[in-house]
Nanobody, 121 residues
Framework: QVTLVEFGGGLVQPGNSLILSCVASQRTVNTYAMGWFRQAPGKEREFLAAIGLNAGGTYYSPSAQGRFTITKDDKNTAYLRIDSLKPEDTAVYFC???????????????WGQGTLVTVSS
């Protein structure tokens, strides 16, 4: 099982962009699918985006399409870029890894601890 650590959260003004990073410790992100989820206060964990093995394709939830971009480098880091941030994007953002892309949280076997993003002026 891999250890994942997210970076990049914080207080951001509406309209700005933010890039979150997810660093994997024991295996490279090019050998596993990576996903990003978020959980807002009082709400269930929500799938945002996933990227496949090696140079695999990207997949987005309908709500994330257009403002969210998932990428990964060729070593051990996956990224989530969020553009045009809105107050409703305020949430804890989690990355996860698994054997295949999925919008279902249970299909991922390793999770980071999450990073809090607060969108407020």
């Amino acid at each position: 099982q891999v250890t994942l650590v997210e970076f990049g959260g914080g207080l951001v003004q509406p309209g700005n962009s933010l890039i979150l990073s997810c660093v994997a410790s024991q295996r490279t992100v090019n050998t596993y699918a990576m996903g990003w989820f978020r959980q807002a206060p009082g709400k269930e964990r929500e799938f945002l985006a996933a990227i496949g093995l090696n140079a695999g394709g990207t997949y987005y939830s309908p709500s994330a399409q257009g403002r969210f971009t998932i990428t990964k480098d060729d070593k051990n880091t996956a990224y989530l870029r969020i553009d045009s941030l809105k107050p409703e994007d305020t949430a804890v953002y989690f990355c996860a890894s698994g054997s295949a892309v999925s919008a279902t949280a249970d299909h991922y076997d390793s999770w980071g601890q999450g990073t809090l993003v607060t969108v407020s002026s």
